[in-house]
């Protein structure tokens, strides 16, 4: 029975309905209906933890000193460690004692960035689409979203010159993400040059989302935001340990960058979390530890999935451009279709689960997201069923 004076807050009634949690019921009444999925639409990676993280975690499970309440900063040992391979990535040389905060995910750090730093009524810059986090966090915190538009033609990078001055002079922080999810898109290291001097001159906070630095194919390697000269000046830049190293479950993630940012983000997260349990910071310093044999065998697993997906769609009459980084494709949606309509059909006829495109702003507008997160046979098996129920681009 319910109690019709009990109400979410307005912050919580202003979300639309998450698109995975949509996407879960969808699956549950599929499977219902006996239907055998293929599970496409998140991005949540196939496979094993690699054995010497999960090692790691039972010795110190072991250790009774880890099951206290965590340091609020995160362990000293893990936030070197981060530092650590900062320096050894992008050579980029970072104090462990302010510039580095572990995160109960990215996502949780994004969010919460949000609500340590807008006002009601501040005005956040965004890209259209992103990731749901980089504009459903500043909309729970009560501020104003300017969307940028991104367009195939411009290879899904922010035009900087589309954004008019007064707007940019309101702004208090712009939200970005390269390689990105969901397009898949890359920025070259000019880019990154420009978006810093222009930030600057209008005084915004950069939040870099590098989520998939490491999952970069055919030699190419991403830019990291805090390469660029002044940049930590401004900005911060957050990572997940979820795909790499496929510890989705895990929840280990961190933000490093300028240290007055950081320490808001801090303060706000004392008053609502104690951190990540201490046992798996210890085996997330074993993840960033590995010999880079385990970072080249992930990028060869999901490349030779690219490759193979990009040639089975083009068989059904798709141009699926071939990405440079990320583990998503991004696929139009055949002519007169919507992202919606698109997914649900597919989802309907073929079992085969693709998120909408919608799902990351106005602008994913005719698209679908499909992750490489199942094996080649698997994955053949899903475009032999769209091939089957005569589902093609036109």
């Given at each position: ?194 978006i810093v001097t222009w930030a600057r001159r209008h005084e915004i906070v950069l939040v870099h ?73 210890k085996a997330a310093e074993t993840a960033l530890n590995l010999p880079d044999h385990y ?100």
């Open positions: 029975m319910s109690v019709d004076w009990i109400k979410p807050a307005d912050r919580v009634q202003a979300l639309p309905p998450y698109v995975f949690a949509r996407l879960d019921e969808l699956k549950a009444r599929a499977r219902e209906q006996g239907l055998d999925l293929i599970d496409l639409g998140m991005g949540n990676p196939d496979g094993a933890t690699p054995a010497p993280i999960v090692e790691a975690a039972i010795e110190a499970l072991r250790d009774q000193r880890n099951h206290g309440y965590p340091p609020f900063e995160g362990t000293g040992s893990f936030r070197k460690t981060i530092a650590d391979w900062y320096y050894r990535r992008y050579n980029v040389q970072l104090d462990s004692e302010g510039e580095a905060l572990p995160l109960i995910g990215s996502k949780e750090g994004l969010a919460h960035l949000a609500i340590a730093y807008i006002n009601p009524g501040d005005l956040v810059l965004v890209p259209s689409p992103s990731y749901p986090a980089h504009f459903r966090g500043p909309l729970i915190a009560g501020g104003e979203i300017h969307s940028i538009p991104l367009s195939a033609e411009n290879d899904w990078l922010i035009d900087l010159g589309t954004i008019p001055d007064d707007v940019a002079d309101r702004a208090k922080i712009l939200y970005f993400n390269y390689p990105n999810n969901p397009t898949g898109a890359t920025a070259p290291r000019e880019f990154f040059e420009e989302d590098l989520c998939y630095a490491e999952l970069a194919f055919d030699g190419y390697q991403p830019t990291s935001l805090l390469e660029i000269d002044g940049a930590k000046e401004i900005g911060v830049e957050f990572h997940t340990l979820s795909k790499t190293y496929n510890m989705a479950g895990w929840r280990v993630g961190f933000v490093v960058g300028n240290r007055h940012i950081i320490q808001g983000l801090r303060t706000l997260k004392t008053n609502l979390d104690y951190g990540i349990f201490s046992a798996l910071q970072l080249e065998d992930v990028q060869k697993r999901y490349s030779e999935r690219r490759d193979f997906l990009i040639d089975r769609f083009a068989q059904l009459g798709w141009t699926v451009p071939k990405t440079k980084a990320t583990m998503y494709l991004w696929v139009p949606c055949p002519p007169g279709m919507g992202s919606t309509d698109f997914a649900l059909s597919v989802l309907q006829k073929t079992g085969v689960v693709l998120t909408p495109g919608n799902a990351f702003g106005e602008g994913g507008e005719g698209y679908v997201r499909l992750s490489l997160i199942a094996d080649l046979d698997r994955l053949g098996t899903a475009l032999d069923r769209l091939e089957q129920a005569g589902i093609r681009y036109a």
